[in-house]
């Protein structure tokens, strides 16, 4: 199987990513979803029409015809879990569809047989540019969410314990990906001189 | 760039059209256009020989060295290195 042009594993991936694309929407359709259900419900407390008790946690076991589940959820959903949770995962998703949006394009173009465009090599860019932003918002979200609980308090049942995660392998396909662009920019330099070349 | 493409001039006076040197050359017009307009980033021998053979020139008749800002910019940065 090729890997450029028509019916190559381009063209395959570029199909994969269609669908990724909509999964990743249907995800942050679900987050803010989630993100609304959560203020309704905040305001319904907060005006008394709810009790507060639908938010409180709980441990047990689920049990019905051919399934058994177990839930452990002490803290509930407080909303210094919540927060921090819907957040994170706002910018994971909203990443994630930048770069799918932009590997789409790539593969557009690897699937027409001309990689060495100049605009794959912003593409690439922009890609590893919204890596490194989703990793470094971690980091800003763990802490913010450390902050949120030094002024506020742990949630009463929650176990959090923090530690500084540095996804190594997010760095190092960051760096690979800064090469690759411009491992593209001289690409489409050179095409553009061979195409100007009488 | 620096360099300027006279093929006007030599076919102005071997009143010549573009469309009969390409015939000669065997070089499309859009490429000629390109060579013609100065927006071409090189010439192989192989059409530099044509040209010069079918106009009955020297490449020199075709092709003129002129000083610009960015050859100026060059110079001053290997003086400095």
């Known amino acids: ?198 | 760039m620096a360099i300027r493409v006279t093929l006007d001039r030599m076919l102005l006076e071997r009143r010549m059209s573009l469309t009969e040197l390409c015939d000669r050359v065997g070089i499309t017009l859009a490429n000629l256009s390109i060579l013609k307009t100065g927006k071409a980033k090189a010439i192989r021998f192989s059409t530099l020989n044509a040209l010069c053979r079918e106009l009955a020139c020297q490449p020199g008749d075709i092709l003129s060295w002129e000083a610009s800002a960015e050859d100026e910019v060059e110079e001053q940065e290997m003086a400095a290195e």
């Open chain 1, 1 to 198: 199987m090729k890997a450029l042009g028509k019916g190559s594993i381009a063209s395959f991936m570029e199909v994969a990513l269609k669908i990724t694309a909509v999964v990743l929407w249907v995800f942050l359709g679900c987050v803010a979803a989630a993100a609304l259900a959560y203020a309704v419900l905040n305001g319904l407390i907060a005006a008394g029409a709810v009790s507060p008790d639908i938010l409180a946690g709980e441990r047990g076991r689920v049990e019905g015809s051919g399934f058994e589940a177990t839930f452990d959820m002490d803290s509930g959903l407080a909303w210094q879990v919540v927060a921090p949770a819907l957040l994170s995962a706002l910018v994971a998703i909203a990443g994630g569809l930048i770069i799918v949006r932009r590997l789409l394009k790539l593969f557009e173009s690897f699937r027409s047989g001309e990689p060495f465009r100049k605009e794959n090599a912003t593409h690439l860019r922009v890609i590893w540019i919204t890596m490194m932003v989703i990793e470094l918002s971690r980091y800003a979200i763990m802490a913010l969410t450390g902050l949120i609980i030094t002024a506020f308090g742990e949630p009463s049942g929650a176990d959090m314990t923090f530690r500084l995660n540095v996804d190594l392998m997010t760095w190092a396909s960051i760096l690979v990906l800064i090469v690759l662009a411009e491992v593209f920019r001289e690409g489409a330099r050179l095409r553009e001189e061979q195409e100007l070349t009488i």
